[in-house]
């Protein structure tokens, strides 16, 4: 007998340099999801710190994630009762890397970091490895952002028995590119769900910063490459979605 499980992702602000504030909104949302009956909930690409390329700014904002303050952040996380997948800024032996989470009751779980790094984002090294994570019975894999536009990256997770590609973004844009963009997001994305017969979740940051928008955008595909949910463009919300496992 097939199990499903409800899957939440969300379309947050735009938060930089402010740790605090980005945990604000992951508690806020992780709760409203709780309160749907989701398992798991997705975040957007370095969401904690911001998506910081510039190498001082990165390097000022980046977490160890063996450090106490990530210790002391997990802790603010401890009553969050949804698996929560979030982007951070990762330090690590010297070096930075573009990593989202699995937390899971204020325990790191695990974490994946992207391994398809855009021209823009040198300051960070590319990740090695496809770990797939378990929420309450369904089994799921994370490609952050630019990596689904590359099938080999979905297929990894997909050869490991996964049902779900988790995708954090964020695509915070200049307004020209914002629009070339809009919908090609998730044409792509449903490439990658029709290809390998999973669901795809993506999560992304809204808003306006200087001469930059971004659209969103935050949604549900299914394994036929269909959005079934999504955030309207340009607005802060949440999708809520019953998958099968």
């Known amino acids: 007998m097939k199990r499903s499980v409800k899957v939440a992702s969300c379309q947050v602000p735009e938060v930089r340099e402010n740790v605090d504030e980005a945990i ?23 969401f904690l710190q911001g998506y910081l390329v510039q190498e001082e700014l990165a390097r000022r904002n980046a977490i160890d994630v063996t450090s106490a303050a990530f210790k002391s952040l ?3 996380l401890a009553k969050v009762k949804p698996t929560i ?4 800024i990762e330090a690590a032996a010297g070096s930075l890397f573009n990593t989202a989470v699995v937390i899971d009751g204020g325990q790191l779980i695990g974490s994946y970091r992207k391994t398809r790094l855009l021209s823009g984002e040198s300051i960070f090294l590319p990740g090695t490895s496809y ?6 019975g369904l089994k799921f894999g994370i490609n952050i952002c630019w990596d689904t536009n ?15 590609i988790v995708c954090p973004a964020n695509n915070m844009m200049k307004r020209q590119n914002a629009e070339k963009w809009k919908y090609r997001h ?4 449903a490439c ?14 809204t808003g306006i910063r200087g001469d930059s928008v971004a659209l969103g955008p935050t949604c549900v595909i299914d394994p036929g490459g269909r959005v079934v949910a999504q955030v309207p463009l340009m607005e802060v919300g949440m999708v809520v979605e019953l998958i099968s496992a």
């Open 24 to 46: 604000s909104w992951i508690v806020k949302y992780a709760e409203r999801a709780e309160s749907a009956g989701a398992r798991l909930v997705c975040f957007p690409e370095c």
């Open 74 to 76: 997990l802790k603010r």
């Open 85 to 88: 997948v979030f982007g951070m």
């Open 131 to 136: 770990p797939v994570f378990d929420a309450g």
């Open 150 to 164: 590359f099938p080999e990256t979905a297929a990894a997770i997909a050869a490991q028995g996964a049902r779900l």
């Open 186 to 189: 998730n044409e792509i994305r």
């Open 192 to 205: 990658r769900a029709k290809e390998t017969g999973l669901w795809l979740i993506s999560s992304d940051v």
